[in-house]
């Protein structure tokens, strides 16, 4: 089956500490994107790529880091200068720029829990 | 800049009530609209979508009508179920917009009573 795998589904660390967190799709996506999700709360963009070794700041990208080596891999860092890491984190992928009017698929998400 | 505008929550009806979730956007161009669901603790899921004006997207007994004239995709369900409980995500995507063209509404949180 095609989709979106994220692990783990739940991830605690201690303050201070760099976590990555997977995203992994084979949906042969060009676009992938991470959001994040505080309780009762909508999504914000964090990082998104649109092809390989590529990725662009969205609207809360301090704090965090990305990388787009392969097609199918889009892994976050959440490093210690994000003040307040705890959330729920998303992972999207689309089919890509040159179909812009398509639909983002979603990850389960992982829960982040900083202690 | 594109925006999308959802009535706020929580939304809570009894079992077989009729269900609308208001959804009015803002865009510079032709979007594609989007509505997602997100049950809790999980990710989110493609509801329904419309792509131009007039279309009407539908699944699960879930409907919602692309207006242009009003700029709105309001999402309505007959008879809603405890099992829709869950909250829902209105969205847009534009074409003419170069780099991240999605853009997600708030989120309306519906919970059904038995």
């Known amino acids: 089956d095609g989709g979106i795998t994220q692990s783990p589904k739940y991830l605690f660390r201690k303050e201070g500490q760099n976590v990555t967190l997977s995203c992994e799709q084979n949906?042969?996506?060009?676009?992938m994107y991470w959001y994040r999700q505080d309780p009762g709360q909508g999504l914000r963009l964090i990082y998104y790529?649109?092809?390989?070794?590529?990725?662009q700041k969205g609207d809360i990208a301090e704090g965090y880091s990305v990388s787009r080596e392969k097609k199918e891999s889009f892994p976050l860092t959440v490093t210690s200068a994000q003040k307040n890491p705890t959330a729920f984190y998303l992972c999207?992928?689309?089919?890509?720029?040159?179909?812009?009017?398509?639909?983002?698929?979603f990850g389960p998400g992982t829960r982040l829990t900083v202690l | 800049g594109n925006s999308v505008t959802q009535m706020e929550g929580p939304v809570t009806l009894s079992e077989e009530a009729f269900l609308t979730i208001n959804c009015t956007y803002t865009?510079?161009?032709?979007?594609?609209l989007f509505w997602y669901v997100q049950y809790p603790g999980e990710g989110l899921q493609l509801l329904l979508k419309?792509?131009?004006?007039?279309d009407k997207g539908s699944n699960k007994g879930f409907e919602a009508t692309y207006r242009k004239e009003t700029t709105s995709f309001h999402l309505e369900k007959g008879s809603v179920q405890v099992s829709d409980s869950a909250v829902y995500f209105c969205?847009?995507?534009?074409?003419?917009?170069?780099?991240?063209?999605?853009?997600f509404g708030p989120g309306t949180r519906l919970s059904v009573l038995p």
């Open positions: 999207a992928s689309s089919i890509g720029r040159l179909a812009g009017n398509n639909e983002q698929f």
């Open positions: 949906l042969n996506h060009d676009a």
């Open positions: 790529s649109q092809i390989v070794n590529d990725f």
């Open positions: 865009a510079t161009g032709y979007p594609s």
């Open positions: 419309a792509t131009k004006a007039d």
């Open positions: 969205a847009l995507s534009d074409p003419q917009i170069f780099g991240q063209n999605f853009v």
